[in-house]
């Protein structure tokens, strides 16, 4: 578990450290702001594309030498960027980083499947909860840090040495399959390579939508239409049954829908509050950034607990709970206003983060005691499209909600319910969901096969 979550950072830190040397980037290469943003989008596209039909292959492939191969090609394409002569190669190497992580994002919940007892596996997820909000916001900073000291080069190089350190920690300690039932990486066949042209061409679109709208409002709504278009035709194929099938499960659709809505409050923190702090405060990002630190303190606090107590009393309960105090600390927003000060902001962040930290590794405890036995991989490839989708989302909706009511303290306020609403209609998803205590789940994969 300890080498999955020193991966999981690495992997959540590859979007929040490449952010802050973009400025660096263009000016090295020449290119304007808009370009150096697909630095973020060549990473995040196939990370989204990838991640369902991934999850799918995981399931017949051997967990521990996918691990192994997906950070080996992380390590790689790392090196690569890091030296990349020409902008059109570092963004070659962003689109294999994206791919790879893809696939251990794929992986991380077999491992966690392979490696834990039912009964023990809140808290697995909370460890994993508390690594990726570290590795997403913590360490942002050290990107910025690292670019202005070294240059942009060592935001990349710099994870090389760790992922060498996990790669050969996961061979030595990532459980193998007993008895293998065929090749260690299988070739995936037709049926899933026509998947990833399917769903990769649909994700892509729907994310590229959501990039140019409003300002290109119809090149987005072509884009919509035909992500709609490719996903529909995808759930006709006979090959997607199994998939349509696990998610109609009222135990394991009904959080993962929590779970979509739930990744959209990042509005908030990414587009909302600093648009508030900005114009309406006249304050610069470090008022957000000194807040933040409440939002994590309180959440790494929070989340061992979350797992804790998702482990005796069921997750589900446990994630109602959270989403419910997630919506009262999103009611809270609402006073602020001009007069706002440092500590009137601190101290609803942390409520924020402590709500939040009750949620989220709940969720994903709710979702994997729902997966049937041998179907990790694919509920990880799900959980992983639909978090990134709601991380996309989230601060569409939160801009829309902000120019719909003309911004100021009107518009933090629109903002504010509408991620409310969110967090609202996630409850009613987890209220509407069979209880499925962990330790209760059937079928198990353990180092010694499957149980």
């Keep these: 578990m300890v080498t999955s979550a020193l991966a999981t950072l690495v992997v959540a830190s590859e979007l929040s450290m490449a952010a802050l040397a973009l400025p660096l980037i263009a000016d090295r290469f020449g290119v304007d702001g808009g370009a150096a943003a697909w630095v973020l989008l060549a990473y995040q596209l196939p990370l989204a594309a990838l991640a369902l ?3 799918r292959w995981v399931d017949r492939a051997d967990v521990r030498v996918v691990f192994t191969v997906s950070l080996a090609g992380i390590a790689a394409a790392s090196v690569l960027a890091a030296a990349a002569p020409v902008f059109a190669v570092l963004l070659v190497a962003r689109v294999l980083q994206g791919a790879a992580s893809a696939l251990y994002l794929g992986v991380y919940l077999p491992v966690v499947t392979a490696a834990v007892r ?4 809140g808290r697995a997820m909370s460890y994993h909860a508390t690594i990726m909000m570290v590795g997403s916001v913590a360490v942002a900073p050290l990107g910025g840090w690292l670019a202005e000291a070294l240059g942009w080069r ?6 090389v040495p760790l992922l060498v350190l996990v790669i050969a920690l996961g061979m030595a300690t990532v459980p193998a399959p007993a008895r293998p039932a065929g090749r260690a990486l299988p070739w995936p066949g037709r049926a899933l390579l026509a998947e990833v042209a399917l769903v990769g061409t649909a994700v892509t679109a729907a994310l590229l939508a959501v990039e140019q709208y409003p300002r290109r409002w119809s090149i987005a709504v072509a884009l919509t239409l035909a992500a709609v278009v490719l996903a529909a035709w995808w759930t006709r194929r006979p090959a997607t049954a199994p998939v349509l099938a696990l998610a109609r499960r009222r135990p394991f659709g009904l959080p993962v829908l929590a779970l979509l809505l739930s990744a959209q409050i990042i509005g908030l923190i990414t587009f909302t509050l600093p648009f508030f702090i900005s114009q309406v405060l006249h304050r610069g990002p470090a008022l957000l950034g ?9 959440g ?8 804790l107590l998702a482990d005796r009393y069921g997750p589900v309960p446990i994630a109602a709970t959270g989403a419910a105090l997630t919506t009262a600390a999103m009611a809270t927003m609402l006073t602020l206003d001009a007069g706002t000060g440092a500590a009137d902001l601190a101290w609803r962040m942390g409520v924020l983060g402590a709500a939040m930290s009750l949620l989220n590794s709940p969720i994903m405890t709710a979702i994997l005691a729902a997966t ?4 990790e991989g694919t509920a990880g490839g799900v959980t992983n499209l639909a978090r990134t989708l709601g991380t996309t989302l989230g601060p569409a909706v939160a801009a829309l909600a902000w120019t719909t009511a003309g911004g100021g303290t009107a518009g933090l306020r629109a903002g504010v319910v509408a991620m ?3 967090a609202a209609t996630g409850l009613a998803a987890l ?3 069979p209880r499925h205590r962990t330790g209760h789940r059937t079928g198990h994969r353990t180092g010694t096969g499957v149980h």
């Design 53 to 55: 039909p991934a999850g």
């Design 118 to 121: 039912p009964d023990q596996r």
């Design 154 to 159: 060592a935001v990349f190089a710099v994870k």
């Design 290 to 298: 000194t807040a933040m630190v409440f939002f994590v303190a309180t």
């Design 300 to 307: 790494a606090v929070v989340t061992p607990l979350a797992g």
């Design 372 to 375: 049937p036995a041998g179907r």
């Design 420 to 422: 409310a609403a969110l």
């Design 431 to 433: 209220l509407a969901t």
